[in-house]
């Protein structure tokens, strides 16, 4: 078997590897294919194809293509614990509805639900993407991808003109655009001119008016079927995305921040492996699993309130020398430490009332350590023991890692959520870790260059506790 080429450290080049896989990466399936693949070239393999293991091994373990997990194997006993890296890879968007195009007067729309915490009035008038897959019933699966080349067209959801909007701007932000009305336009057809002086004109059965109504889903579909082989009902097994069309781009004059779509929770995700593939083995095993769902309440068998992670991790112990014993999962998930790697609420010095100044999390002020997320009395949340904060500290200040304390904003004010309590449940210690983000959950979200540069270093240090 020839061995893979030894490639340049993610990190050398940070900011632009991080844009690429924003550009790259701007669904869940789309990001764990570009992790494999890199994975891969640095000496990880698909633990299926490994019949033993052991110090020093690489091995990841991949669920339906959305959600990963990735160990290093220490020289330690695996029951001591790990060092563990979590974050996600989904972000909130559109989803195409399982019956999805229509034609209403002249105007094709593909139909669409929202997924996760979005305002619905950020996404009409954007250029937007399709990203996805679709399932035929021969068992092939064809990867979509329209909008991102700059020969492609682009998609909209369309608004009302100012003009005519009276009673729209006397409704609420949550109410100016609903649901069910952020349908994404697909196509127009020009009307079919009508010769009302011609009597034939006049007796034109229902059977044709109908089928001259579904011209312009006919076109679409005709188009789909040409350039992806693929009909409307192959459309009831696919799964297509709809992002803001563009790539991330540096912002501000200075260029001091990036501006890209995904960057909730793709930010943490792309630091956290790139820390794992630049950091060499030690005593203990290290690991970054990357899971789905996250924004929809971590639910289903891609997301981390699944056993997708224990299952993940049962693979990797029954491979190794002593081979596998329920007393070994547990002890080595209650022992390992986590961070969760995931963003945070960048303080908004246009919105300042929103936030407790003296702990809120500031753009370039580096790693955000969050001890506790949740709502109101800490609802929900996973709140971190003040032990394992001071290792964490320690383990910054060592290695000189800029990071700050904060809260998601104050209290009452709301509140949120990720993964870390769900590791939690498994007794190990767990705090949350991330990127402060400004523009949390809109198409477009803003990050630092320097908080991105912290956060890697933080993560490169953090596998090194012991």
């Given at each position: 078997?020839?061995?893979?080429?030894k490639?340049?450290l993610?990190?050398?080049?940070?900011?632009?590897?991080?844009?690429?896989?924003?550009?790259?990466?701007?669904?869940?399936?789309?990001?764990?294919?570009?992790?494999?693949?890199?994975?891969?070239?640095?000496g990880?393999?698909?633990?299926?194809?490994c019949?033993?293991?052991?110090?020093?091994?690489?091995?990841?373990?991949?669920?339906?293509?959305?959600?990963?997990a990735l160990?290093?194997?220490?020289?330690?006993?695996?029951?001591?614990?790990?060092?563990?890296?979590?974050?996600h890879?989904?972000?909130?968007r559109l989803?195409?509805?399982?019956?999805?195009i229509?034609?209403?007067?002249?105007?094709?729309y593909?139909?669409?639900?929202?997924?996760?915490?979005?305002?619905?009035?950020?996404?009409?008038?954007?250029?937007?993407?399709?990203?996805?897959?679709?399932?035929?019933?021969?068992?092939?699966?064809?990867?979509?991808?329209?909008?991102?080349?700059?020969i492609?067209?682009?998609?909209?959801?369309?608004?009302?003109?100012?003009?005519?909007?009276?009673?729209?701007?006397?409704?609420?932000?949550s109410?100016i655009?609903?649901?069910?009305?952020?349908?994404?336009?697909?196509?127009?057809?020009?009307?079919?001119k009508?010769?009302?002086s011609?009597d034939?004109?006049?007796?034109?059965d229902?059977?044709?008016?109908?089928?001259?109504k579904l011209?312009?889903?006919k076109?679409?579909?005709?188009l789909?079927?040409k350039?992806y082989?693929?009909?409307?009902?192959?459309?009831?097994?696919?799964?297509l995305?709809?992002?803001?069309?563009?790539?991330?781009?540096?912002?501000?004059?200075?260029?001091?921040?990036?501006?890209?779509?995904?960057?909730?929770?793709?930010?943490?995700?792309?630091?956290?492996?790139?820390?794992?593939?630049?950091?060499?083995?030690?005593?203990?095993?290290?690991?970054?699993?990357?899971?789905?769902?996250?924004?929809?309440?971590?639910?289903?068998?891609?997301?981390?309130?699944?056993?997708?992670f224990?299952?993940?991790?049962?693979?990797?112990?029954?491979?190794?020398?002593?081979?596998?014993?329920?007393?070994?999962?547990?002890?080595?998930?209650?022992?390992?430490?986590?961070?969760?790697?995931d963003v945070?609420?960048?303080?908004?010095?246009l919105?300042?009332?929103?936030?407790?100044?003296e702990?809120?999390?500031?753009l370039?002020?580096g790693?955000?350590?969050?001890k506790?997320t949740?709502?109101?009395?800490?609802?929900?949340?996973?709140?971190?023991?003040?032990?394992f904060?001071?290792k964490?500290?320690?383990?910054?200040?060592?290695?000189?890692?800029?990071?700050?304390?904060?809260?998601?904003?104050?209290?009452?004010?709301?509140?949120?959520?990720?993964?870390?309590?769900?590791?939690a449940k498994?007794?190990?210690?767990?705090?949350?870790?991330?990127?402060?983000?400004l523009?949390m959950?809109?198409?477009w979200?803003?990050?630092?260059?320097?908080?991105?540069?912290?956060?890697?270093?933080?993560y490169?240090?953090?596998l090194?506790?012991?």
């Amino acid at each position: 078997m020839k061995k893979s080429k030894k490639t340049a450290l993610l990190g050398e080049n940070l900011i632009e590897n991080y844009k690429n896989f924003l550009n790259n990466g701007k669904t869940e399936r789309e990001c764990v294919s570009q992790i494999i693949k890199t994975a891969e070239s640095y000496g990880y393999k698909n633990i299926f194809d490994c019949k033993s293991i052991k110090a020093g091994d690489k091995v990841y373990v991949q669920k339906m293509n959305k959600a990963i997990a990735l160990f290093q194997i220490g020289s330690d006993s695996i029951e001591n614990g790990m060092n563990i890296l979590g974050a996600h890879v989904d972000s909130p968007r559109l989803d195409a509805k399982q019956n999805p195009i229509y034609e209403k007067d002249f105007v094709t729309y593909l139909n669409t639900h929202y997924y996760g915490g979005i305002k619905k009035y950020q996404w009409v008038t954007l250029p937007l993407a399709i990203h996805g897959v679709v399932c035929k019933t021969d068992g092939t699966s064809i990867s979509v991808n329209i909008g991102e080349d700059e020969i492609d067209p682009v998609f909209c959801i369309s608004d009302i003109l100012p003009h005519l909007a009276q009673e729209q701007m006397k409704k609420t932000g949550s109410e100016i655009i609903k649901g069910e009305d952020l349908d994404v336009i697909l196509g127009a057809v020009i009307p079919s001119k009508k010769d009302e002086s011609k009597d034939d004109e006049k007796k034109k059965d229902k059977k044709k008016k109908k089928e001259e109504k579904l011209t312009g889903k006919k076109i679409i579909l005709n188009l789909l079927q040409k350039k992806y082989n693929i009909d409307e009902k192959d459309l009831e097994s696919a799964e297509l995305e709809i992002v803001p069309a563009g790539k991330a781009r540096d912002c501000g004059l200075d260029r001091s921040l990036i501006l890209g779509y995904g960057q909730d929770d793709r930010s943490c995700a792309y630091t956290s492996f790139a820390a794992l593939m630049d950091s060499p083995a030690t005593n203990r095993t290290s690991c970054c699993i990357c899971v789905d769902k996250e924004e929809i309440g971590s639910v289903g068998a891609t997301g981390m309130g699944s056993h997708i992670f224990e299952n993940a991790l049962a693979e990797v112990i029954a491979r190794l020398p002593n081979g596998y014993s329920d007393l070994t999962l547990r002890r080595c998930l209650a022992n390992s430490n986590m961070l969760s790697s995931d963003v945070n609420a960048a303080y908004d010095p246009l919105n300042n009332s929103l936030y407790d100044k003296e702990n809120a999390s500031f753009l370039s002020g580096g790693l955000v350590f969050n001890k506790y997320t949740g709502s109101r009395g800490k609802s929900g949340a996973s709140d971190a023991n003040p032990e394992f904060i001071a290792k964490l500290r320690n383990c910054m200040n060592t290695a000189g890692v800029t990071y700050q304390m904060a809260e998601l904003g104050r209290v009452d004010q709301g509140g949120g959520g990720t993964i870390a309590y769900l590791a939690a449940k498994y007794g190990m210690n767990v705090i949350d870790a991330g990127v402060p983000v400004l523009s949390m959950h809109a198409p477009w979200e803003i990050t630092s260059r320097e908080d991105l540069v912290q956060a890697y270093n933080g993560y490169k240090a953090f596998l090194t506790i012991k």
